[in-house]
Structure formats: C-alpha cells, structure tokens
C-alpha cells in the first residue's frame, strides 16, 4: 500500500477485556516498530520487528503485552486484561531496515484505545 | 542512557515571527538526529533529519543542524505561517541499536494570524 495502515482507527473496551490492534506496513519494509502516545508518557517504544523476529521487546510495559508478525508483514499488538492506564494512542511505524542508523521510519496513523 | 529534552510548550507566535524550538540529547552510541510533525488530526511526519555532526537538515523552510559539541538539534524557521500549528517532536537514533526512536515530550505551536 501506499503508506502505514492500522485498525482500528478507534477501540474502546472495558477493563479486563484482550485487545488486538493491527499494523499493516509499507510493502518491502522489513523493520516494524509498535510505539504508544500516552499524555503523561509521551511517545514511548514498544517493541519492534526486524523480519518476524523482535530483537528487541524492552518497552513492553508488561507481559500482558505481546506481538507477532507473520510473513513479513502484518504485525498484531495484543492487550491482555486490559487496564485504565493502558488508554492512549498506539502507533506502528516501518522502515527499509532496522538496523541503519538513517533510515526514515514511517507511521500510521495510530489506534486510540480506550479503556473503561 | 540515551535521552532527549525539548523546551516546553505550548510556543504561541504571530505569524511570519521567527521560530526556534530547542532540543538536546544524551546519547551511549552515535545518533541520528530527527524532526517529527503531528499536525492536528494526522499522524506523524518526518520534518526533516541530520545523520552526522555538522549536517543540516532542512524542509518546508525550517532547519535544524546537528551539534556534536553542544549535543543540540534546534528547529528553527524563519517566518512561521498559521499552517505550521502542530506539535514538534525531536529524536534519536542510535546505528546498530535496532532503530527504536527515542523522542522528546514534543513542543505544541500555535500560530495565530
């Protein structure tokens, strides 16, 4: 596709409900990143995709978050037991490769999640 | 650790005044350097970026050079337009540390005729 796409635009839950929010990256991206845009937080790293390995998980908040990807490409975020404090905007970015130090990253335009 | 610190907002301007918004960084490795943009209701966009100290970085008539001796990355324009209004996010890259941005708290602008 052209760009990012994610889905849900928007998703509101109730507390202790899973959630699977969705990434689809730019076609021929290898790298894929999961970040979440919280008000009190900021832009803070999830995790992120080189293939379907994810060297690196260390922004997880909690093991009641995980991630796959399949084939290359579309990745899931899943929530489990979801809380309060788990309510922001998650965004999913790609790029070419994860391992350059230049490379451009591109987002989607995010899931607002809603936890009540 | 690796870190980077913008000024607070929000930066309230007239239009056609002159912009800087400042960011810093603490870095382990060698970074890359990065503007982002959210304009209201988008998602984010790389503004521009800076791979190496000296370099400069520059689009849609702002500018940000990377400074090795003073750790900084400042966005500058030099006549800002009502359409410039979204929030600023600087960020770094460290190469070979797989890429994950690390961003500022971000700086909202508002621009009023």
């Known amino acids: 596709g052209a760009g990012v796409s994610q889905s849900p635009s928007n998703k509101v839950t109730e507390k202790g409900k899973d959630v699977e929010l969705r990434c689809d990256p730019i076609s021929g991206h290898t790298a894929l990143y999961w970040y979440r845009q919280s008000l009190g937080q900021g832009l803070e790293f999830l995790i992120y995709?080189?293939?379907?390995?994810?060297?690196?998980k260390s922004g997880l908040p909690s093991d009641r978050f995980s991630a796959e990807r399949t084939g290359g490409s579309v990745s899931t975020l899943t929530i489990q037991r979801t809380q309060q404090e788990d309510s922001a905007v998650y965004l999913c970015a790609s790029s070419l490769v994860a391992t350059s130090g230049t490379d451009t990253q591109y987002f989607g335009p995010g899931t607002r999640l809603t936890v009540l | 650790g690796n870190s980077v610190t913008q000024m607070e907002g929000p930066v309230t301007l007239s239009e056609e005044a002159f912009l800087t918004i400042n960011c810093t960084y603490t870095?382990?490795?060698?970074?890359?350097l990065f503007w982002y943009v959210q304009y209201p209701g988008e998602g984010l966009q790389l503004l521009l970026k800076?791979?190496?100290?000296?370099d400069k970085g520059s689009n849609k008539g702002f500018e940000a050079t990377y400074r090795k001796e003073t750790t900084s990355f400042h966005l500058e324009k030099g006549s800002v337009q009502v359409s410039d209004s979204a929030v600023y996010f600087c960020a770094l890259k460290i190469y070979n540390q797989g890429g994950k941005l690390i961003f500022g708290q971000g700086t909202e602008l508002s621009v009023k005729p």
């Open positions: 870095a382990t490795g060698y970074p890359s």
């Open positions: 995709f080189q293939g379907n390995s994810a060297p690196d």
């Open positions: 800076a791979t190496k100290a000296d």
